[in-house]
């Protein structure tokens, strides 16, 4: 049976008319299960065709989202790989003086910020999206 | 007895100066609480008598969000109402092909968007605002 | 053992250029834990370096989230200090009709907004950056 025509017009995806967009991405809780899912945003984001090779990227992790950083913790393939795409990785200083984090526990090639909700606040006033997936639950 | 006169006078609310808003709201969690929750959201937005009648919204849909759209889950007619007030209904890619969902499964009136992080990229750099609401926990 | 030079040359923190930041942060969720991260998060960036003086901070809070202003959480003090720092104390109205909450139960020194998601909007589209921080959960 031929579906009826819907009255409802199927809106269109948006469109890039910049030549460049900056998107900050937070992380700011534990576990894998968040991590892996933030990481895979940033992934699919970066094969977007709508923004391939026009898109910056930086993740900031503060609370316990510091765990993406720590080198036990198996993230730093995956890590590398972004910043080979040019993805920012920064991590909040504020966090690692509270929850007692050495940095030495995280990979070298990180960047400290003083503080993570200053540089999400600076890189918005830049004109950059912010994007804060939530972490996976028991719930859905 | 009398409140004695605070010495923090109160701020006021924000208040509209433009003709139109966007506002892109981001569902990335499953379960009815967090879909209700998002839902009554967007429609609370739509009646702030700041803004009634100037803002255009999109609800986008990622992850275990998807779930708003499954013609098993009731929301349809809630769905179809926000979307006679214009709200744009969109749909990630990635997420059906990741998850294994099915197209048909969804309603047919919602927008498919190539990946849901890249669509609130593109709508915040048009200068539309960003909503994440937070999705019920036990916690609280 | 020296560390091996970095062949990925570490990113620079942002860089403050504006003469004033704003700032909205979402709170809608409850429980002490939600409540507490995003106290800290504003204390802390009302100290970061870079934005010292330059920032304003509204807190919206809607849904679960009125709790941070509920006379019988303890919160008060906190508050008020934040409120000498210039940060807007926002409670969502929708909130307190649709949870049965009364007014007289919250502090006398917060504005009442029409809606939470409204108050986000016209601060965001007033080039304030958005931040929502997750609240801490069990699987971190």
Chains 1, 2, 3 share one sequence.
Not at 15 to 28: I, K, M, N, R, S
Not at 60 to 72: F, H, L, P, R
Not at 75 to 84: A, P
Request: aromatic share 8%; proline share 7%.
């Amino acid at each position: 049976m031929a579906r009826a025509a819907s009255p409802y017009p199927v809106a269109v995806p948006a469109e890039p008319t910049q030549a460049q967009y900056g998107v900050v991405f937070q992380l700011d809780s534990g576990g894998d299960a968040a991590i892996k899912k933030t990481l895979a945003n940033i992934e699919n984001l970066l094969k977007d065709p709508r923004l391939k090779g026009k898109v910056t990227v930086e993740l900031v992790a503060n609370s316990k989202g510091y765990q993406v950083y720590d080198k036990n913790n198996g993230f730093g393939e995956r890590l590398l790989k972004l910043k080979e795409h040019g993805v920012i990785l920064a991590q909040c200083a504020n966090t690692l003086r509270e929850l007692h984090v050495d940095r030495k526990a995280l990979y070298p090639f990180i960047t400290i910020v003083p503080a993570g909700v200053g540089e999400i606040t600076l890189r918005q006033a830049q004109g950059w999206a912010y994007i804060h997936p939530t972490p996976p639950s028991l719930m859905e």
